[in-house]
């Protein structure tokens, strides 16, 4: 049950091994401790990890059990608190501005610092309830294309309940965007999801996402629109749950104001995340997306036919607890018989963020 994520159903069964041999005690109390730790109830966690401990602390599970404890003892303050914070700094180098919301490429290079804030606040539920409110900002600042920078807010609503393995959730999401220190794409998104443990230590989500978006320039009011999107990813993990394997899948439709924007599209999502050594991971994806469009574009007069490929390698460390330096690079390759949207583009960013 545990190799599978079943930690609230493999409890029990150690209660019950330990109770029929003895011997089993540490061990259990260790996985027990475990258990708990990983449902998020650090105390019983707590509770039954010094229990392991106390009954040989020179084991390897009495190691294990020691070193588990001093981590949620270590977590204690955090765990405690309703917030979170994170606060991030960084650089991106882009080798070809782009609008994807406006079809636009312009095969200029340009540095820009990007800072980045985000935070929560969990209401008090009861259990198997949470819920949380959470705003961030995303800001980049270009050296020499102003009219690129972008600045967005996005306020957003969560909530979810877990049903027996099941966790089920609903969403809210509102985003506000400026480019160029002008308004320009505000949107409403409300998305239900759920989530399940699979045999063979698999996990799946599925999740249905409705947007609104209301373009704030009078010459983009035609890409006004309601795009709905459909899909599911599916995880395996391995070494102990540090790293993964994950496909997924989305079917979306966008209906918009001007006939020329509206479209089906499919995206399909394969990666890899390993832990590369101490406090380091990477992760290894690729992207393809397919847009058709479902009337004639007048500057072309056909229709429009989009496909995209994304290649990113993300490596990240963390460091003095609070601190993780991230470098991200992206390979973007869009292909269409428009030409402003037929491009390549190359993305690197570099940054350090903190969390409290």
Do not use: C
Not at 82 to 87: I, N
Request: charged share 25%.
């Amino acid at each position: 049950m545990q190799a599978q994520s079943n930690y609230g159903g493999s409890i029990a069964p150690f209660q019950a091994a330990m109770r029929y041999d003895r011997e089993f005690a540490q061990l259990a109390n260790y996985h027990i401790g475990l258990a708990h730790y990983k449902e998020g109830r650090r105390q019983e966690a707590a509770a039954a990890l010094r229990q392991a401990v106390a009954l040989d602390p020179g084991s390897d599970a009495g190691r294990n059990a020691g070193t588990l404890l001093e981590t949620i003892e270590r977590q204690g303050s955090d765990a405690a608190k309703p917030w979170r914070l994170k606060v991030g700094l960084g650089g991106e180098y882009d080798d070809n501005l782009t609008v994807e919301e406006q079809d636009l490429a312009t095969d200029q290079a340009d540095f820009a610092t990007v800072l980045e804030l985000e935070g929560g606040y969990r209401f008090k539920v009861p259990k198997p309830y949470e819920a949380e409110i959470s705003y961030s900002l995303y800001q980049s600042l270009y050296d020499d294309y102003s009219q690129f920078d972008l600045q967005t807010h996005t306020l957003g609503l969560a909530g979810s309940r877990d049903f027996d393995g099941v966790e089920a959730g609903l969403s809210y999401a509102y985003s506000y965007m400026f480019l160029g220190r002008e308004g320009f794409l505000q949107s409403h998104r409300l998305t239900p999801n759920a989530g399940f443990s699979l045999p063979h230590g698999l996990y799946a989500s599925l999740s249905y996402t409705i947007e609104d978006k209301d373009f704030r320039k009078t010459t983009d009011n035609g890409r006004d629109g309601v795009n709905q999107a459909v899909g599911g990813d599916l995880f395996a993990f391995f070494m102990e749950n540090r790293g993964y394997v994950q496909v997924g899948y989305r079917l979306e439709n966008e209906n918009a104001t001007a006939d020329e924007f509206d479209y089906w599209g499919h995206t399909v999502l394969a990666a890899v995340q390993v832990p590369a050594w101490y406090e380091t991971k990477a992760r290894l994806s690729v992207k393809y997306q397919d847009k058709g469009y479902s009337h004639v574009t007048p500057d072309i007069g056909v229709e429009r036919d989009d496909t995209k490929q994304t290649v990113g390698f993300m490596v990240s460390r963390k460091f003095l607890e609070r601190y993780e330096a991230k470098v991200d690079y992206q390979y973007i390759d869009s292909d269409s018989n428009l030409e402003s949207s037929d491009y390549t583009e190359n993305v690197l960013f570099f940054g350090v963020s903190a969390t409290f």
